[in-house]
């Protein structure tokens, strides 16, 4: 059955990988780049190799809230529904690096992005009878969380400052979870491996296992039929494993959501609870 899925930070390393082997195995691949030129090359590549022609793009600077509230506001128009989002796009910076609206750029890419992006789809993903959100965590996620210290306003650390912001795809993973456990839509967090990526060699340097491994993770919790009910869980080397205990705690969830929601009413944006 083919689904449509979306994938952000789909034009290089895990993203792209992933939006490869899921073209041949036949699915509508929507793949989100940072720009149209690339969002073009990439899908006009994936669909040469693949022999898929269901491959389209949609464009968003995950730097800008207001690039992300056009990217949904036109995947509505074009798109029916979505069956599977993949929240893969990320960064690692050595160096704290402050965005032209205030948001520390790790933070703001890495969860606060995504963040926007799911609820401001909730909508549409409720259409169907049976959606899935998979999270992109990692197995470094940090085991507690200075909240005072989010966007590293204390002190910083690349290191720490992915580290947390892998965290807060976990409590973002386990809130949502219990928010939609009564609905048509499961959210599930996954360690994609030690992949030689971009962001792994500027974190740890070159190393790491082809990014085609990591791709068979995310199609295995895709077309896995066992899984169709499960949330609320996170997944690595294909099994359900156990995160840090903090990404289990009720206040931490809940106050990352409070903080995450306050950031973006600032900016002057919402979404539909």
Known sequence: MQKTILITGATDGIGKATAELLAWAGHKIIIHARTAEKGERISNEIRQTSGNNSIEYVTANFESLSQIA????????????????????????????????????????????????????LPLLREQEQTQIINVSSMVHATNIDFDNLQGEKHYNGSDAYSRSKLCN??????????????????????????????????????????????????????????????????????????????????AMEKLWEISSNLISQQGFYYDE
Not at 86 to 104: C, H, M, P, Q, W
Not at 222 to 251: H, R
């Open 70 to 121: 056009e990217m949904v506001s036109g995947i509505n128009t074009r798109y029916s529904k979505i069956d599977v989002l993949i929240n893969n796009a990320g960064v690692y910076r050595k160096t704290r690096n402050v965005l032209s609206n205030g948001f520390e750029e790790t933070f703001m890419i890495n969860h606060l992005a995504h963040f926007f992006l799911t609820l401001k789809l």
């Open 170 to 251: 976990m409590l973002l993973t386990n809130q949502l979870a219990n928010q939609l456990k009564h609905s048509n839509i499961t959210v599930n967090a996954l360690h994609p491996g030690v992949v030689q990526t971009k962001l792994l060699e500027a974190g740890w340097g070159a190393m790491g296992e082809n990014p085609t491994n990591s791709a068979k993770r995310f199609a295995f919790l895709i077309d896995n039929e066992n899984l169709i009910n499960v949330t609320g869980k996170y997944f690595m080397n294909n099994q359900q494993t156990n995160p840090a205990s903090i990404a289990n705690q009720k206040s």
